[in-house]
């Protein structure tokens, strides 16, 4: 059943569209949907305008299915306030009230004059647009997590240089399969480029160490050995150590120390190098 | 037939792994590097695999035949210049090359052996 039977209630809410957008513009204060301290009255009027003449120029075309391209104009209009919305911290109820505030001056004002079954449609309409917002609303929280989530993978890798030919990782946080797939894939990258012969992946940060962990741990020394590098694992707390060996877990051919500077020491002396004190007979300048 | 050079170089021989290598291939190196083992009567094997971007299981295991095959005639194979993709391919297929000495490249093999210098 086409929604504009009659095309003179189309012209009517073509009319009336100054007063349609400022109920609706009231319906959502009303609602506590409008957060003046996440927008400002001229933006909102200016969003609801835009989506409300792209809600009229869809309706216009007859077509009852929000899905097809006579919608996509109204569907990039609310793609474009959800998007904005999920990102500026607005609540999803409030971003579906959004679309469900205009169904009331919608169908207040077609009710004089449609009957019952135009009414419906309308409402319907209405009530898909909204959950189609819903769920583009999600999909904008979710394109957020996955940002965060790949960001927080690029700043829990740092390669760092202690000295030529010795780099060291500090881990942080949980190691799981994908984090271990970056950290050996960093590593091994910087072992490349920097030509060092030993790398220390310290997990003093790493909270827990379970098989998988440990594991993960294991294949990453391999790579690094099959490279031609050496790696020490450092900064095994005395719980973790515990955990290890409770979970019957060894970690064999890996040489492990319990501090940073104890692997750092050990790095240097594989080099041929050693730290002594300055002035202790072997420093060659005055 | 493709035939994977093998050079001495000094003391040791050099095998450069390259490109596309087929069954014939690996078995026609095993071969040649065996024979050339004994001839040259070289101590030390530099396995060059700077230029293999991508490995599968037979290469994999190519490489631990050809250092027992060294090892069988007393010389031992430094595999030199595994490329990262190439690293975690084979650590994910189980081949971790237990036993056989590593290097970051050609040169440090060098360096490694204590032959370096003598270049």
Not at chain 1, 60 to 77: F, I, L, N
Not at chain 2, 75 to 97: C, F, N, R, S
């Amino acid at each position: 059943m086409p929604v504009n039977s009659s095309s003179s209630r189309l012209d009517q809410l073509h009319t009336r569209s100054d007063d349609i957008l400022a109920r609706w513009i009231a319906e959502q204060k009303a609602s506590g949907a409008a957060r003046p301290d996440l927008i400002s009255e001229a933006d909102l009027g200016r969003q609801c305008s835009e989506v409300l003449s792209a809600f009229l120029g869809a309706l216009g075309s007859g077509s009852t299915d929000v899905m097809g391209p006579a919608w996509e104009g109204m569907r990039s209009s609310l793609r474009s306030v959800s998007t904005s919305r999920a990102r500026s911290g607005w609540k999803p109820s409030e971003t579906v009230l959004f679309v469900l505030s205009l169904k009331y001056p919608v169908i207040d004002l077609l009710e004089k004059s449609a009957n019952l079954d135009e009414v419906i449609a309308i409402e319907r309409l209405i009530d898909r647009l909204a959950l189609f917002t819903a769920d583009l609303y999600q999909q904008g929280r979710e394109d957020v997590i996955l940002r965060q989530q790949s960001e927080l993978l690029e700043l829990s890798t740092p390669v760092v240089k202690l000295w030529e030919g010795v780099l060291a990782l500090p881990i942080i946080g949980t190691l799981d399969s994908e984090r271990t797939q970056v950290v050996m894939e960093t590593l091994l990258k910087a072992l490349v480029d920097t030509g060092s012969m030993i790398a220390i992946l310290d997990i003093t940060d790493v909270p827990t160490v379970d098989t998988r962990v440990a594991q993960h741990l294991i294949q990453t020394v391999s790579a690094a050995r099959l490279m031609g590098a050496e790696c020490f694992i450092s900064g095994i707390r005395p719980q973790i150590a515990q955990t290890i060996v409770h979970l019957g877990v060894a970690l064999p051919d890996v040489t492990t120390k319990a501090t940073l500077a104890d692997a750092f020491a050990a790095a240097l002396g594989r080099l041929g190098r050693a730290v002594v004190p300055a002035g202790s007979g072997s420093m060659r300048t005055p | 037939m493709d035939r994977v050079p093998i050079n001495k170089v000094g003391d040791f021989l050099l095998v450069s792994l390259q490109g596309d290598i087929h069954d014939a291939v690996a078995l026609a190196l095993q071969e040649d590097l065996g024979n050339r083992i004994v001839s040259t009567r070289a101590r030390l094997i530099l396995l060059d695999i700077s230029a293999l971007q991508i490995v599968d299981s037979f290469i994999g295991r190519l490489i631990g035949d050809i250092a027992a095959i060294a090892r069988l005639l007393d010389a031992e194979v430094i595999v030199a210049g595994m490329q990262p993709a190439v690293a975690i391919t084979l650590v994910e297929l189980g081949l971790d090359l237990k036993g056989i000495r590593t290097a970051l490249s050609v040169e440090s093999a060098l360096a490694m052996a204590g032959i370096g210098a003598r270049i």
